[in-house]
């Protein structure tokens, strides 16, 4: 009953005729940007904080976090549309949506994600509002350990998302790690694999290796196979689901809702780890498991939904630890300091109307961003009808305008040409790109909390373990790997026991 | 497309700059939006100090352009030093600093140092602090070093790298209550509020932060302090005891200023540092300070490189002491 009248008290917030408009410029705003393959709500935020001086902190917040979850929201669409994942958090999403778009279901594609992130925006509103003050005990209780088991889970998505060949996907995976490795080693400041390159000191940005190989190798593939085919056009397809698909993926925006949710509220996880993680889980369970990766619904809106949920889920550490969980949330964090308004733990009392105003407005945000982009996919998807030739050097003119955007190098062009031809490279020769992705994210993440934890411990590696939630991730994370080798040869002699007597 | 568009910006100031140099002299102020960086991830004091110098500056109408507050974590600040040190001359490019712009380079860990860049102010400064969860052991620091004595495995867990500013202030505290500095066990977390929210969890045993930076902990009660650097009580926290009232003699001055890309004309300079002046004399930036508990203490460019190369030749000292000197 409490948080019903806390949330009548932020609808009278959230609703004021003004804070309504600023929901609807945040979210336009960032839905746009968000659909620009290589800008990301950092850059939309960043812009963003100079309009927000002069506002009252819970308006200006309003706006702020509209910008982020639209700016989520939108990111699938170059995903989908063109491979050319624009935030991290939409990695997963391309891994079925290209596909799809390609078979010429482009408008169910992106009809999927739009409902999956609706649920999942709203399904960690209703989390927020009913367990936000709670939930920072979770967010604390990981600590280095648990954040190692969380990467060690994580990493085991590399053997789902290995297409047909192990081997070569473990490989893919491993050259990822070592790409993370390079640059200044956080925990001594040692220089790794730097070549003694100036630029290379702070490491090989995400997004760079992102675009080179997914929409970059992507490119060359084509132009590789000569298919420049001018004159014949992609077809978009239908908008509607029908009654068996709705009713299919409701399971996995269902799971990928909480699952992205609770990842989200731990500082050290967020969106990109939450995506995985669920199209990972969702591509084991699925009695058509196989066909993920080739275009399977389940595979859209299981991340959909998890990395909007995990959106909502951040602002849990935000507002009651003030400890961002993402370079979006930080932007966020420093925004609401310099109005003066300091989250953490006292945050409900001081700030109670930042705090339940932006909560609801999330509800108002979400709406809108559904209503935005449903009349808005048949528009983007006629994209793909633009001229083959003229769509390629599209392509690569956003694939360089957002690594050039990152830090204004032009060294990274050419380490955007390199991942390019890797991306190639691993496509004539059967190498599943996904793997390499998940391991570059989580590598660094993984290295670094494990040498904490280790630190912590004294060098005993018994600290992953002794800890019940390192434990529990451990122990699901060895049975994902293994359960299916000890549950295959069961099944098999049970089935083949009974079909004995028959 | 802002970032585009500032990147077709930048190249357009370039060439103008190329052609027109004689232009810039006289009455130099900035011409597009400056990349204020602050080398650490949001939330630390770095960040908060460009965040609230920005707001200040805007608030105020000091500056004809926006500062833009950028964030490069990592490294200790080493990874943003190596990108503003290959930026030479950009008059468009700031940074936030303090003590881990010496004593980085001087622990082997930047091949950048102060001294490649361009000193503009000095503006506040602020002190170590040590935190404690509410229900720990430890009622005084001299508890926490004692416990230390017998078990160094204690964990204490900072927001910058190691041999960087919260590692050297606990070794040197440690050092001056007569414990083995090498014998701390310092867990380094990519920014205080990190390190923070790994206090609250249990997972180590103490924090080394600053002081300003704590306050929402503290004020929330879930963390108490057992001592802070400054060499009188501070006023923000009447009620957390100095180092030297508990019987250790260990001041430790977490100063914070701002500089400039290495070789930045001085009229730029010169524009920078009468604008913080100015910036500090404003009615807005006593409320921030106030509020943030800093306390002012500006020096100019000229000053401030001066005090820049004796925190060097003290910190060598220290560094030497604790045997982590590399430089």
Known sequence: MEAFDSLIYGFGIALQPGNIMYVFIGVLAGTIIGMLPGLGPISALALMIPITFSMDPASGLILMAGVYYGAIFGGSTSSILLNAPGVAGTVATSFDGYPLARQGKAGKALALAAYASFIGGTVSVIGLMLIAPSLASVAVSFGPAEYFALMVLGLTAVVSLSDKSLVKGLMAAVLGVMISIVGLDRQTGTERYTLDMLELVQGIDFLVVALGIFALGEVFAMLLAGDNGSHQRQKIGSLKLSRSEAKEIAGPVTRGSVLGFFVGVLPGAGATIASFLAYGMEKRIARDGDSFGKGNPKGVAAPESANNAACGGSFVPLLTLGVPGSGSTAVLLGALLVMGVTPGPLMLEQRPDVFWGVIASMYVGNIFLLLLNLPLIPLMARILEIPRPLLLSLIVLFCMIGVYGLKFSSFDLYLLLIFGILGLLMKLYGFPSAPLILALILGDLMEENMRRALQISNGDWMTFVNKPISLTLLIIAFLSLFLPMIIKPIRRRFAGKRQQPA | ?327
């Open chain 2, 1 to 327: 497309m802002g970032i585009a568009f500032r990147g077709i910006l930048k190249a357009s100031l370039l060439s103008l700059l190329i052609a027109a140099p004689a232009a810039a002299q006289a009455d130099w102020q900035p011409t597009r939006p400056v990349e204020y960086i602050a080398p650490a991830n949001p939330g630390g004091g770095w960040d908060t100090l460009v965040r609230s110098t920005a707001r200040v500056i805007q608030e105020e109408k000091l500056a004809p352009v926006n500062f833009a507050a950028i964030n490069i974590p990592g490294g200790g600040g080493a990874i943003a030093w190596a990108q503003i040190a290959a930026d030479r001359g950009n008059p468009h490019k700031l940074f936030a600093a303090s003590p881990p712009l010496i004593l980085i380079p001087l622990s082997g860990r930047s091949r950048v140092t102060h001294q490649d860049f361009t000193p503009i102010a000095r503006l506040i400064t602020d002190y170590s602090i040590i935190l404690v969860t509410k229900d720990s052991p430890f009622q005084t620091v001299n508890d926490l070093f004692d416990a230390m004595r017998d078990d160094p495995t204690i964990s204490i867990g900072g927001g910058s790298a190691p041999g960087s500013m919260d590692h050297i202030s606990i070794a040197s505290a440690a050092s001056a209550a007569g414990l083995q500095p090498n014998q701390i066990n310092y867990i380094a977390f990519s920014g205080g509020g990190e390190a923070m929210v790994s206090l609250l969890g249990g997972h180590v045993r103490a924090v080394i932060t600053g002081a300003g930076e704590s306050q929402a902990q503290l004020a929330g009660g879930e963390l108490r302090a057992l001592a802070v650097s400054s060499p009188e009580r501070m006023a923000i926290l009447p009620d957390v005891p100095t180092f030297r009232e508990q019987g250790i003699d260990y001041t430790f001055d977490i100063w914070r200023g701002i500089m400039g890309t290495p070789d930045m004309p001085a009229e730029a300079v010169a524009y920078y540092q009468d604008m913080y002046a100015r910036m500090m004399e404003s009615e807005s930036w006593a409320k921030t300070r106030d509020q943030l508990g800093w306390i002012d203490a500006y020096q100019n460019s000229e000053d401030f490189a001066r005090f820049l190369d004796e925190q060097q030749a003290q910190f060598r000292a220290v560094l030497g002491e604790l045997g982590m000197l590399q430089n």
